[in-house]
């Protein structure tokens, strides 16, 4: 079996139901936050900010979509029925868990699924579609990606300059990376490159090839620049999609 097979078996184990069955279900979890703020921000920013301490959750302009993401672990193609709201409008969520620690990634999705369910109605239902899966893999010669020294706060943000787009990374991680290459490349984009770590990197590419413009497409500047690659096929993914949600009343 390939790596990326077994990649993608794992995926879908993982994203299965407890019982290994795909089910009909709402997002229910037996962690559930202590107290919870959620009001909508129509400041009309792009980016969104997230911030975990010690028994505390802000979550800043992020769309009702973004926090099924986070909730599922999963990204765009594999969450389907949502309705054009659920990526239009923008909330500011702070959660206050009642622990002494930061919740990581892993650890806070049951608190966000539970939230989900409880504010915002959430149900759902898992399908088997295939998507286009792109693996992003280590080039031939090596990864070029140098580890982060020294201070500096977190921070992956794409530019724009013209037809090109520029990805600035202070202490840049694999996992933020496959999303913004989901978003570009319009398709599951599966982190197999095996690296772990935060790192500082600058990527450059020229985002329409059909203009005159000289500069490498995204696939092209990953190899060149990174030294990192992308693997393409079609495969069968576990897709969670959307059957009911609403908006929660503003408190």
Same mark, same amino acid.
């Given at each position: 079996m390939s790596r990326l097979s077994m990649k993608l078996l794992a995926i879908a184990i993982v994203m299965l139901p407890p019982g290994g069955h795909i089910r009909e279900g709402a997002a229910q979890s037996a962690a559930t936050f202590d107290a919870i703020s959620i009001k909508p921000n129509?400041?009309?920013?792009?980016?969104?900010?997230?911030?975990?301490?010690?028994?505390?959750?802000?979550?800043?302009?992020?769309?009702?979509?973004?926090?099924?993401?986070?909730?599922?672990?999963?990204?765009?193609?594999?969450?389907?029925?949502?309705?054009?709201?659920?990526?239009?409008?923008?909330?500011?969520?702070?959660?206050?868990?009642?622990?002494?620690?930061?919740?990581?990634?892993?650890?806070?999705?049951?608190?966000? #699924?539970?939230?989900?369910?409880? #504010?915002?109605q959430f149900r759902f239902h898992w399908e088997t579609k295939n998507l286009r899966v792109y693996s992003l893999v280590g080039a031939k010669n090596g990864s070029k990606l140098v580890p982060h020294t020294g201070p500096g706060e977190y921070s992956m943000k794409i530019e724009a300059a013209a037809v090109r787009l520029i990805l600035r990374s202070t202490k840049g991680n694999m996992r933020r990376l496959v999303e913004i290459l989901t978003g570009q490349m319009r398709g599951l984009v599966i982190n197999d490159t095996g690296l772990s770590g935060e790192y500082d990197f600058t990527l450059e590419w020229t985002q329409d090839q059909n203009v005159d413009v000289a500069g490498p497409s995204l696939v092209t500047a990953l190899q060149e620049q990174l030294g990192l690659r992308l693997e393409s096929a079609r495969k069968p993914m576990p897709v969670l999609v959307i059957d009911h949600i609403e908006r929660p009343s503003e408190n």
């Open positions: 129509r400041n009309g920013a792009a980016a969104s900010d997230t911030n975990t301490t010690p028994g505390r959750l802000s979550l800043i302009n992020v769309t009702p979509k973004s926090l099924v993401w986070r909730a599922f672990g999963l990204l765009d193609p594999q969450v389907a029925g949502a309705p054009d709201w659920m990526s239009s409008e923008r909330y500011d969520v702070i959660a206050v868990t009642g622990g002494a620690d930061a919740l990581s990634d892993k650890e806070r999705q049951p608190f966000l #699924r539970a939230m989900l369910a409880d #504010r915002w």
